[in-house]
């Protein structure tokens, strides 16, 4: 069994200025290395990380491992959600 949160490899994501990125939708983008959720505009997507980027990102401990399907973040805070009233 792998350990880490799984994400489907559509949702991950690389922005212009070379941050890996989760989109969570509902225009909600998480910023892996800070755990932060960030606001950014569509046009500043660049691009889905290569085999290559991920091997990096497994390198520096971001990612656990990843294959054509997912990748496994080691660890990855909630999305917010409101509560309902």
Not at 17 to 28: A, S, Y
Not at 37 to 46: G, K, L, P, V
């Amino acid at each position: 069994m792998t350990e880490g949160t799984a994400v489907n490899r559509e949702w991950v994501l690389f922005t212009q200025n070379g941050t890996l990125i989760v989109d969570w939708g509902d225009g909600k983008y998480m910023d892996v290395l800070s755990g932060e959720f960030i606001d950014i505009q569509e046009n500043e997507i660049s691009h889905h990380p290569t085999n290559e980027e991920l091997d990096w990102q497994v390198h520096i401990n971001c990612v656990v491992k990843y294959d054509a399907k997912s990748v496994w973040f080691v660890k990855l805070p909630e999305r917010p959600q409101r509560t309902i009233d």
